[in-house]
């Protein structure tokens, strides 16, 4: 993806179900949240590249480099998630995310850029999650593929429900062109550069 200065260290993880993208807890009310250090002894000074919420998963690069997550987080660079949405979703609905959608954001109301979106044909491969999603008595879901070159606050949550079938599972699959592929959650490894 980018050269990376060897002096830094450079991590891909899996973050589980419950766990924050932070290394310490500012929150003063709930004190047992569950913290990325508790996966792997980081050296000082690391970084999560960007952020998956609580309650999403996937692939999350952390570095001890500026430069590389200055990089990695800017518009230049794919994310794709898979998310299992509420309901059979439409391709009317499909239609509206790739197109771009209003959703609401700290600072106001932002149209979201045109993306990429699918329906999965078939379920994906994913570890099972901590927490269950819900049973099949509360009605069909299914699942897409949202790549997005943009990163707002819970994005892909708010765009799904904007048109109607909510997420209920989102897990980050891709940075560029790191792949999840067969990783567990929790799963932490060492690379020498994010190429």
Known sequence: ??????????????????????FTNNQTKRTNKKL??????????????????????????????GKTSEFIRSSKVEKEYFAQVDGNITQEAIQKLKNGVEISTETGKYTTKPCLVFKLAQLP????????????RHGPTSWISITLKEGKFRQVRK????????????????????????MIAGKVIEVNSFK
């Open 1 to 22: 993806m980018e050269n990376t200065n060897n002096k830094h260290q450079h991590f891909i993880i899996f973050k589980p179900y419950g766990y924050l993208s932070q």
């Open 36 to 65: 990325l250090g508790e996966l792997y002894n980081f050296p000082k000074n690391t970084m999560a590249i960007g952020r998956l919420d609580e309650h999403s998963e996937g692939l999350l690069l952390l570095t001890t480099d």
């Open 125 to 136: 491969q994913l570890p099972k999650r901590a927490k269950k999603i819900r049973d099949e």
């Open 159 to 182: 765009m799904t429900a904007i048109v109607g079938f909510p997420t209920l599972r989102l897990v980050r699959i891709r940075i560029g062109t790191i792949h999840i592929n067969n």
